[in-house]
């Protein structure tokens, strides 16, 4: 259990708990960073600067005006208005979210400038912690729970993914299951293939949703070889790996070593590469 956990969570003495459904767990390791660590890119650079600085706005004024950004900005009323009106269609701001307030409306004579405010798409562009808080959540629970509990949260995982495709699949031959599979991760995924060795299968993985989290914790890789399991009823082998420096996954569905999915287990973790 040890080697799962990073060497301030193994160390710590004085971190607080909080409850996840029945697990008592210790607040999670990242949430003490030093704040000069970079965990994240700023995806806000990387947009031209004017729209960059229209995000910045509203993000921290919480809404605004086309004639608020243009006065900000110093750009003219059309100029914010193209760039408005680029980002509405794009879904990454919407209009009206400010509070309806009836004394701002007294003391505002006239018609009220259309306000506008960032989606949850939009919010997306500033930084997010999301495989920080996903490896510190495993790490606390590992830490509090043991492999077992673990292991239990893991299973809980792969039950839901199975409960989604397994619809789609029930009714099939393996070779048209293969095919609905692609979708292990997300519909229509153009980075998924099924390829054919012999009477085998194999899906190749080539970006991985979670690559921060399997990067530092490759136990939730089991979660997608159980699923794969309990959803085509073979043995699935993971034979290359982000974490090996591979560049995609591969997972081996082996035909010859077939069981009927109801006998497939529950979530297993899968032995350490030996090759």
């Known amino acids: 259990m040890a080697g799962l956990l990073p060497r301030r969570l193994q160390e710590s003495s004085a971190m607080s708990n909080f409850y996840v459904g029945n697990y008592k767990l210790r607040r999670a390791w990242f949430l003490k960073r030093p704040p000069d660590v970079a965990t994240t890119r700023n995806v806000l650079d990387e947009l031209p600067a004017t729209r960059a600085a229209i995000f910045r706005l509203l993000k921290t004024e919480g809404f605004s005006s086309i004639p608020r950004i243009a006065a900000v900005l110093g750009v003219s009323h059309e100029a914010a208005r193209k760039q408005i009106a680029e980002l509405h269609r794009r879904g990454w701001i919407e209009t009206d979210c400010a509070p309806d307030d009836a004394e701002q409306r007294a003391r505002t004579p006239g018609r009220r400038p259309v306000r506008y405010c960032l989606t949850v798409a939009g919010d997306h562009f500033f930084p997010k912690q999301y495989p920080e808080f996903m490896i510190g959540l495993l790490d606390s629970i590992a830490a509090e729970g043991g492999d077992e509990g673990l292991n239990v949260v893991l299973a809980h995982i792969t039950d839901e993914r199975v409960a989604q495709l397994e619809p789609r699949v029930a009714s099939l031959s393996l070779k048209r299951r293969m095919d609905r599979l692609r979708a292990i991760y997300s519909d229509k995924d153009p980075f998924t293939?099924?390829?054919?060795?012999?009477?085998?299968?194999?899906?190749?993985?080539?970006?991985?949703?979670?690559?921060?989290?399997?990067?530092?914790?490759?136990?939730?890789?089991?979660?997608?070889?159980?699923?794969?399991?309990?959803?085509?009823?073979?043995?699935?082998?993971?034979e290359r790996r982000f974490q090996d420096g591979d560049a995609q996954c591969e997972f081996h569905i082996r035909t010859a070593h077939a069981s009927p999915v109801e006998k497939q287990p529950r979530f297993e973790a899968e032995p350490p590469r030996t090759s």
């Not at 970006?207 to 399997?214: E, F, G, I, K, T």
């Open 193 to 238: 293939e099924v390829q054919r060795r012999g009477a085998d299968y194999v899906l190749v993985e080539r970006n991985c949703p979670y690559l921060n989290v399997a990067l530092e914790r490759p136990e939730i890789c089991s979660t997608t070889v159980s699923a794969l399991r309990r959803l085509t009823g073979c043995e699935v082998v993971r």
